[in-house]
């Protein structure tokens, strides 16, 4: 019979099912900075585009 007291041990790739993937970060990291980037000319442009009327 079975000790339920025993604790039981996984490894984290276990436990998720995955491998990790760091190559994710950076795909996100890059798109934020694209997006901020974005914004930010999408606003600054107009901005200044009515200044100078």
Same mark, same amino acid.
């Given at each position: 019979m079975a000790d339920n007291n025993e604790a039981i041990r996984i490894d984290e790739e276990a436990a998720r099912g995955a491998v990790s993937n760091t190559g994710l970060r950076y795909v996100l990291g890059f798109s934020l900075g694209f997006a901020v980037i974005a914004m930010s000319l999408v606003? =600054? =442009?107009?901005a200044l585009a009515r200044a100078a009327h």
């Open positions: 606003w =600054i =442009i107009p």
